[in-house]
């Protein structure tokens, strides 16, 4: 019904930079809220960022000033920029959204998570 695609993912030196990307795509008649959380080896997911419909963000506090999440309304894409990367930042970072359904491939409301993207910070 709808996909999450996750891209920008890869390596990078402490300190540096990356893009994350997340298009959806399917039977999307709009988009609610989109997030990315993350998972660190042998540690439970996390919020990372949210924005919603109407663009208020929230951050977890580990990445306030640093992270910055951002949406394309019309391209029904979410994106994460990251500056000031840490070792800690290492994680494998997921899309996640609330979408309503447009017929005919669906009707009402579901949540949607992406495959992935590892991001590993280097020293």
């Known amino acids: 019904q709808v996909q999450l695609v996750e891209s920008g993912g890869g390596l990078v030196q402490a300190g540096g930079s990356l893009r994350l990307s997340c298009a959806a795509s399917g039977s999307i008649r709009s988009i609610n809220d989109m997030n990315w959380y993350r998972q660190a080896p042998g540690k439970q997911r996390e919020l990372v960022a949210g924005?919603?419909?109407?663009?208020?963000?929230n951050y977890g506090d580990s990445v306030k000033g640093r992270f910055t999440i951002s949406r394309d309304v019309n391209k029904n894409t979410v994106y994460l920029q990251m500056i000031s990367l840490k070792l800690e930042d290492t994680a494998v970072y997921y899309c996640n959204a609330g979408v309503f359904l447009a017929p005919p491939g669906g009707v009402g409301y579901i949540e949607v998570w992406g495959q992935g993207t590892l991001v590993t910070v280097s020293s």
């Open positions: 924005i919603s419909s109407g663009g208020s963000t």
